[in-house]
Each structure stands twice: as structure tokens, then as C-alpha cells.
């Protein structure tokens, strides 16, 4: 396990790429091929935190929101290009990202959900 929080620090704290992570554990000893490591799905062990800190950021009063292009490189039913948008809500404790097929207020709708009474603003670059 402690690789991969290793690995996770570098990447995501330190904004190191993958081939200088390898090429400094290498130095160590530990020879780890870079398909080794893009080939696992960590996703899973972060799932459980979803929910509770997307119920503590609807818990807040403000928040900032924004979308910006991304490409998913997998077409999917009912979609005819590889243009997706990932979608950041901020507020005073938390970040949520969402990714979404499209960039249409059913995104800060479902974002969310029956809440009134909400301020919001959103800045598209």
C-alpha cells in the first residue's frame, strides 16, 4: 500500500510525471514497469468518500462552479464525439468534480438535486 500512496503524492502534491516517479524508485531497487501501474484501477477505494463529501458541500452556502473541456477517448451510446467536460463545484470545505457528457445546466441541476434556496455561480473560460 505504501507505493501506491508513494506514487499518489508524487503525482497529485508533487505534480511529477510517472516516467520520474518510476526513474527515482528505480534507485531503490524497485523496478516497476509504467503499464504496471496505469493499469490499475484505484477508483473503487475512493468511491466510498463520494457521497459524504458531496452531502457536505450542499451542507455550505456559496459556491463556485465551473466546467472546462476534456476528452475521453471512448465513444459511448448516444454520443457522437469524444468531448466531455469536467465540472468542479467549490465550496468554503469541499471540491467535487463531475464528469459529464455535456456543459448544460442539468449538470448544476443534478449537481444539486431538489436543494433550494442556493446561490451559485459559474465561469466558463
Known amino acids: 500500500?505504501?507505493?501506491?500512496?508513494?506514487?499518489?503524492?508524487?503525482?497529485y502534491l508533487h505534480q511529477r510525471p510517472?516516467?520520474?516517479?518510476?526513474?527515482?524508485?528505480?534507485?531503490?531497487?524497485?523496478?516497476?514497469?509504467?503499464?504496471?501501474?496505469c493499469d490499475v484501477r484505484l477508483t473503487p477505494l475512493f468511491e466510498v468518500f463520494n457521497e459524504p463529501i458531496h452531502d457536505k458541500s450542499l451542507q455550505e452556502k456559496w459556491w463556485h462552479g465551473d466546467e472546462t473541456r476534456w476528452v475521453v477517448m471512448e465513444l459511448t451510446e448516444g454520443k457522437v464525439n469524444y468531448r466531455w467536460y469536467v465540472w468542479v463545484f467549490i465550496s468554503q470545505s469541499t471540491g467535487v468534480y463531475v464528469l459529464a457528457p455535456g456543459r448544460d445546466a442539468g449538470v448544476v441541476k443534478d449537481f444539486f438535486?431538489?436543494?433550494?434556496?442556493?446561490?451559485f455561480v459559474c465561469r466558463s473560460l
Open 1 to 11: 500500500m505504501s507505493i501506491w500512496i508513494h506514487i499518489l503524492i508524487e503525482k
Open 113 to 119: 438535486d431538489a436543494t433550494d434556496g442556493l446561490f
Open 18 to 37: 510517472l516516467n520520474r516517479t518510476l526513474a527515482g524508485l528505480s534507485e531503490y531497487g524497485i523496478n516497476l514497469a509504467a503499464g504496471t501501474i
